[in-house]
């Protein structure tokens, strides 16, 4: 076993409550958690660290470690999940694989231990208590509305997909080798305690999972025990390993994930050809042809220089532009992400109330889960778009269901059932869309449109789509 490292990780100061919410369940413990906006949940979600220290000092830096050793938010913690929640989940038909992963450690091997076919409790169990296996629980935000909640408010606050995983694992056991993930990483310790050891990165914020084998990874930089209440964060590239002591029951922490191809080589290649589409119907240079046999070439010493000229050509233009087109990752994030958690507030998916008028004042409804794009197609235009399960009809737990759930998603998207739906205007529309989506009230005859015909049919045309209400 490495031994122990010599940096250690400053510890937390005792966590606060930052919001005091009513009970959903008599059982349930208040919620330790900000709802009042994105900025405020990750501040709760970090305390004490502040957002400014956090981005600073640690973000795609160095591992965090908050340990808190406070008792209210340990029960919070343990109401996110617990072992005993399987049971009933299990019979609403889980499946090995899709929802659920049974694995261990062995050797420095992973070794899955995966049944077929739907879970049954009885043999999770018996594969827990007699094979010390861990139970991997996939997207538990699907099941656990608190998770629901907390996931919904940091996609709006990194502007990028959430998902979450569950771990538990039995005593005196280790589910995973050696490992480093292309994500970033908040854990909440939420049962038991849980044994970790961090290694300094062989890849610096990785774009893809790897195992690494013991002997290449050194000793640990940091090593201690997370306990319920506890909060651990590092960035991806990260390599770490975990175990359930000897003397605890079973270790249970959540990991929620974000940043997934979520770089800014991710976004050139999502946004160039959108510069380029444009560029080449003004500038005639990137019309004309490639030299002959170029494709047949081995060595394109000149084309490179050539192709050179062009990149800093667009680069001239990319500082003057006013719109940076990204097409496959708006969409991506529009179309995958958690609708809101509204409770019993769902009227406001449906249309109603007054109906906007010239002289109205409006506001944007869920003005963080609506997209403004402008499509390089040749018809110019621009759209504002909102997620499936908006469109009014249609249960809000749509995309909930199958939130981050890979495979199902994409299939859900062939099928028709997880698609952008929203509004398409002209061009010309595009600053009074910048207006709504900017203020937190604008008045219709205040939009920057020609005519009054036109302010009054875009605030419809938004009200319809239950995209913006009226003050």
């Known amino acids: 076993m490495p031994k122990k490292g010599g940096k250690h990780i400053e510890k937390g100061k005792e966590m606060q409550i930052q919001c005091k919410r009513p009970k959903v369940e008599a059982a349930c413990p208040p919620s330790f958690m900000s709802y009042e906006s994105p900025e405020s949940l990750f501040g709760s979600l970090i305390s004490p660290i502040k957002e ?87 997207q538990p935000q699907r099941f656990k509305e608190e998770l629901w909640k907390i996931q919904e408010k940091l996609e709006c606050y990194f502007g990028s997909l959430v998902g979450s995983n569950v771990y538990i694992t039995p005593q005196g056991s280790q589910g995973l080798p050696p490992h480093y993930d292309d994500v970033e990483v908040f854990i909440l310790q939420l049962e038991g305690e849980k044994h970790w050891r961090l290694y300094k990165p062989t890849v610096h914020l ?23 209440g506890d909060l651990l964060y590092f960035p991806r590239g990260t390599i770490h390993q975990a175990d359930t002591p000897l003397g605890v029951s079973h270790s249970t922490h959540v990991t929620i994930s974000t940043y997934q191809n979520n770089s800014w080589g991710d976004f050139l290649l999502d946004a160039i050809p959108g510069l380029v589409f444009d560029t080449a119907k003004e500038d005639v240079a990137l019309r004309r042809s490639i030299p002959r046999q170029l494709l047949m070439q081995v060595d394109i010493a000149d084309p490179a220089k050539k192709l050179s000229s062009i990149l800093r050509m667009l680069a001239d233009r990319l500082e003057n532009t006013r719109e940076l087109r990204s097409a496959d990752m708006k969409k991506d994030f529009i179309m995958n992400r958690l609708p809101p ?12 109330g007054k109906l906007p008028k010239l002289d109205s004042k409006i506001k944007l409804q869920f003005r963080d889960h609506a997209v403004i794009t402008v499509e390089p197609d040749q018809e110019n235009a621009v759209s504002i778009t909102k997620p499936f399960p908006y469109a009014w009809g249609v249960g809000v737990g749509t995309v909930r269901e199958t939130h981050m759930m890979g495979a199902e998603d994409d299939a859900a998207s062939d099928e028709g059932t997880s698609q952008t739906h929203g509004l398409r205007f002209p061009l010309s529309y595009l600053d009074a869309l910048k207006q709504i989506w900017s203020n937190a009230i604008v008045c219709v005859k205040e939009l920057n449109l020609i005519s009054d015909e036109e302010k009054e049919n875009l605030a419809l045309s938004l009200w319809t789509e239950c995209l913006i209400e009226v003050i």
């Open 52 to 138: 400014e220290m956090f981005f600073r000092e640690y973000w795609e830096q160095k591992p965090l470690l908050v340990q808190r050793n406070d008792p209210l938010l340990a029960a919070y913690y343990r109401s996110l999940f617990q072992l005993s929640d399987l049971k009933e989940l299990c019979c609403q038909g889980l499946y090995y694989g899709r929802d659920i992963n049974i694995c261990r450690w062995v050797n420095g091997k992973k070794k899955v231990l995966n049944k077929e076919g739907k879970v049954n409790y009885m043999q999770l169990k018996k594969d827990f208590d007699q094979k010390k296996a861990t139970v991997q629980f996939h």
């Open 206 to 228: 990785a774009r893809e999972y790897n195992i690494e084998s013991e002997d290449r990874i050194g000793n640990p930089t940091h090593e201690f025990v997370l306990k319920p």
């Open 341 to 352: 958690c509204l409770g019993n507030d769902s009227d406001s998916l449906r249309p109603g």
